[in-house]
């Protein structure tokens, strides 16, 4: 386990005349400072070494008396770490996809969209019209429907059966 107090950048030494001084160091400078600043300085000091400390440590799943919730086992259920190092991530083999895509889906899916659109060129210029329409223009079957003074039914109906249609190729 480290020695935590040599980490601390702030300490209070005993003179031999029973007086303190009290030492912060500040950019591997060490500065004397008055026992007041020493104090507030110390205080976010442990502070942050609590809140560090509580961020590292294993934690319980508690219910709302702060009693710890256990599994059908009777184990106390733990919580995640808050905080997991490069290495923990490394060692337990974890991989992280990329935000881009692989080449292989990029391909994949430049193929699936061309055989889309081959799929739609062989259908009749009504049928296309429809789903050009609804798909591509964004207008809504009610609006189609009342561009073609037909009711909204029927495009459903007719949408459909060109969606089975694109489905069979």
């Known amino acids: 386990m480290k020695n935590w ?3 601390r950048n702030f300490r209070k030494l005993k003179n031999d005349d029973g007086t303190s001084t ?13 026992a ?15 809140m560090e400390f509580s961020i ?5 799943l508690q219910d709302a008396n702060g009693k710890a919730v256990r599994d059908e086992n009777g184990i106390p259920v733990m919580l995640p770490e808050r905080e997991v190092s490069l290495d923990k991530l490394i060692k337990e083999d974890w991989d992280y996809q990329s935000l881009e895509p ?10 699936e969209i061309q055989k889309l ?14 789903i050009d329409a609804l798909f591509f223009d964004g207008l809504t079957e009610r609006e189609y ?10 495009i459903h109906a007719r949408k459909n059966k060109i969606l089975k249609k694109l489905k069979s190729f």
């Open 36 to 50: 007041e600043i020493y104090k507030e300085y110390a205080k976010i000091g442990y502070k942050m070494e609590k």
């Open 145 to 154: 429907a009342d561009k073609l003074g037909l009711s909204k039914t029927a």
């Open 22 to 34: 009290y030492i912060i160091t500040v950019d591997s400078v060490d500065v004397e400072v008055s």
């Open 5 to 7: 107090k040599k980490d």
């Open 102 to 111: 692989l080449p292989e889906d990029v391909v994949l899916d430049g193929l």
């Open 117 to 130: 659109h081959n799929c739609l060129d062989l259908l009749c210029y009504d049928e296309r019209a429809l």
């Open 56 to 60: 590292k440590c294993e934690r319980f």
